[in-house]
Each structure stands twice: as structure tokens, then as C-alpha cells.
Nanobody
Framework: QVQLVESGGGLVQAGGSLRLSCTASGNIGSINHMGWYRQTPENEREFVARIISDGTAEYADSVKGRFTISRDNAKNTVVLQMNSLKPEDTGVYYC??????????????WGQGTQVTVSS
């Protein structure tokens, strides 16, 4: 059983910043990808950013230059620093990890989601 606990969402004015954090716990052998997705009532869940175990990061075009993803492998934690927020960044943000157990079987797990609201 793997659990992802997210924190850091909230309400902020346009141009402000928020920091999301997600910590994974449970019977994890290793974590490959750690990332964030977001969803609004109007849209499907969309990719925001992810970081792989060697530190290589990828971003959606809409957040490049504003968001920064980082991870602490020792703590199984991924952080998304969001700056220069825009109203269109509003949504529920979900943490996602791709991990392997001690038998090298791969799994994909999601957090419960945290609301980010950016007011204009």
C-alpha cells in the first residue's frame, strides 16, 4: 500500500506564488517519475510537470518559466514551486508517482488532489 500526501494548495491573487508538496510513503522499492497534473471541471486532467530520478525535469508549455519542480529522493518528496500564477492555473492539482516494488514491478499512484485557486 502506497500513500501520497499533498499539501500547499490555496487561494492566491494573480501574480502570486504557491508551493505544493507531496510525500510518498509505504512499501516502495524505488521511485522513477514524480510529477503533478491538474484538472478543472471543464477539462480533462492535464500534465503540469514531472521530474525523474536523475533530476531531469519536464514542464507543460503553459507553465515553463513560472513553475519549478524538485524532489528529495531521501524523503520521497516532490515539490512544485508555482510563481507568477494566472487565473488559468486554477484547478485541482494531483501528485503522481511511477514507482517499483522490491520485485521491480512498476506501479502508478495518485494523490487525493489539492485545490489551487488564482483570482484575477
Amino acid at each position: 500500500q502506497v500513500q501520497l500526501v499533498e499539501s500547499g494548495g490555496g487561494l492566491v491573487q494573480a501574480g502570486g506564488s504557491l508551493r505544493l508538496s507531496c510525500t510518498a510513503s509505504g512499501n516502495i522499492g524505488s521511485i522513477n517519475h514524480m510529477g503533478w497534473y491538474r484538472q478543472t471541471p471543464e477539462n480533462e486532467r492535464e500534465f503540469v510537470a514531472r521530474i525523474i530520478s536523475d533530476g531531469t525535469a519536464e514542464y507543460a508549455d503553459s507553465v515553463k518559466g513560472r513553475f519549478t519542480i524538485s524532489r528529495d529522493n531521501a524523503k520521497n518528496t516532490v515539490v512544485l514551486q508555482m510563481n507568477s500564477l494566472k487565473p488559468e492555473d486554477t484547478g485541482v492539482y494531483y501528485c503522481n508517482i511511477e514507482w517499483s516494488n522490491v520485485f521491480y514491478r512498476s506501479f502508478n499512484s495518485w494523490g487525493q488532489g489539492t485545490q489551487v485557486t488564482v483570482s484575477s
